[in-house]
């Protein structure tokens, strides 16, 4: 926008025609660079996947199950013709528990298949000692995204939406009207609102120290009394010896909900349990339940026109189910080696300019430096692919079966998380494909990631100018080496470990600059909306430093490429 002066608004000029004039896809909320390269990552995938359909490969090998789980998702007359058998039969499980406890195990062998539990668990390293794996507990029974939309009047149009789309799903499964199940739907938000009462907010959960909380898994019954804890443990298939002391993030959380497990009425919790699996199955079942589903998680709740093609879905699904395999395939077509050897040059560029930048802080005293630095010497960059592959030999996908394979696919690959439990720690996993248009920084392991798929224009070009690279991938370089310097980040050791290495006087000296930030984004509001929907601060802080010194890292290791050289 020419009319905007870069000195003046440096944004709206590079940017301000493009925000009049662009119209954003039907088929999204959102748009921008990250998405052309997704659009562009997504069409590559899908030649490689339709070719693996289509290639005859001999059983058994990654081609074969690429392709057979991709036209199981086309498959919409296979879909059409079970129904919704697969899905009844799951629901049988909930239907027979007679009580409490063998409901609780109920859930407990659903979540193994990816269906939602009243409380949530993962597998990650132990922040405070980054050599095991452990169990970590959290909130989860919401199905909203998060505890805000249960009681913020930002959201009340939703949340009053929320009954009729559950009455309207359960209809469709049950039979009968939407009013016909009314009342079922009302009960199950009216549980999930006092489930949200007990919830953290975003701002809250993000904090590093609040949320490590180690327990002995045996203490929860005492702490959290009311819910059978080890018959839940049990049915999600992991044996106590495994799970002897776990990582609690939301300790309160755990004693709420537990209450709320013998104070509400079991079939309030049954009707909640039916809801959990059928909005989690959703996607994969017949088209009234999709476009029913949509009409409310996407249209609604996002702002989203149209659903995405049935190909572009099926995509997502073979990424979620067999991500590396299909990686490896996108790799060998995909990525260039030169690219990974320009990559590392700007990497150990943009680390050089963060140790200069570090040194140069009037404010930090000489002890958390050097701390800093040795924190910087350690960052391990991983760029394009593993090193190594994950194995979906034991994976059974059939071409006719989509539920099944998702089902099994699930619970493939929670047994390979329940493997880590007690074993070392595989600091070779990564946690995105080499498809995935994205980045990040893993602070318990002290690594910066980059996928292939975001090493192409406009982020970087092997070909372009050194200024073209340092502006495009640099800055997302120097944003995820930020992390490690964040709110959060800043509070993990160079080995990963969540360590107070600052002194008192450079933590509160750090701590009155991040309130600043906080404050300065406070200020902004997406265009065209009330200043009541403002950034809120607090919770985006951690981006914003890594934003900003992103930016500003990248121009510096630009400056120290050129060796005092005038730039071409």
Known sequence: DEQARPQDDLFGHVNGRWLSEYQIPADRATDGAFRTL????????????????????????EEQRIGDLYASFMDE???????????LEELAAIDAAAGPDELAGALGQLQQAGSGGV??????????????????????????????YYRDEQHAAILAAYPGHIAAMFALVFGGSADDHA????????????????????????????????????DLSTEA???PWTTWLSHLGIPADKAAEVVVRQPDFLTAVAGLWVAEDIEDWKLWARWELISARAGILTDDLVATNFDFYGRL????????????????MVEGLMGEALGRLYVDRHFPPQAKARMDELVDNLREAYRVSINQLEWMTPQTRQKALLKLDKFTPKIGYPNKWRDYSTLVIERDDLYGNVLRGRAHEYQRELAKLGGPVDRD?????????????????????????????????????????YGGIGAVIGHEIGHGFDDQGAKYDGDGNLVDWWTDDDRNEFSLRTKALIEQYEQFTPRGLEASHHVNGAFTVGENIGDLGGLSIALLAYRLSLKGQEAP
């Open 38 to 61: 997704y659009d562009r990552a997504e069409e590559q995938i899908r030649d490689l996947i339709t070719e693996a359909a289509q290639s005859g490969a001999a059983p058994g090998t």
């Open 77 to 87: 007359q296979t879909i059409r013709e079970r129904g919704l058998t697969p899905l």
């Open 119 to 148: 409380v949530g668990f993962y597998i990650d390293t132990d922040s405070k000692n980054s050599t095991r794996y452990l169990l970590h507990f959290t909130q989860a029974g919401l199905g909203l995204p998060d505890e805000s």
């Open 183 to 218: 009342d079922k739907a009302a009960r199950i938000v009216a549980l999930e609102t006092k489930i949200a009462a007990a919830h953290w907010d975003v701002v809250k959960r993000r904090d590093a120290d609040l949320t490590y909380n180690l327990r002995a898994f045996s």
């Open 225 to 227: 009394p009311g819910f």
């Open 301 to 316: 709740l996002s702002g989203t026109e149209e659903i995405r093609d049935r190909w572009k879905r099926a995509v997502s």
């Open 429 to 469: 996993e990564w946690f995105m494909t080499p498809q995935t248009v994205n980045a990040y920084y893993n602070p318990g392991m002290n690594e910066i990631v980059f996928p292939a798929a975001i090493l192409q224009p406009p982020f970087f070009d092997a070909d372009a100018d050194d200024a073209a690279n």
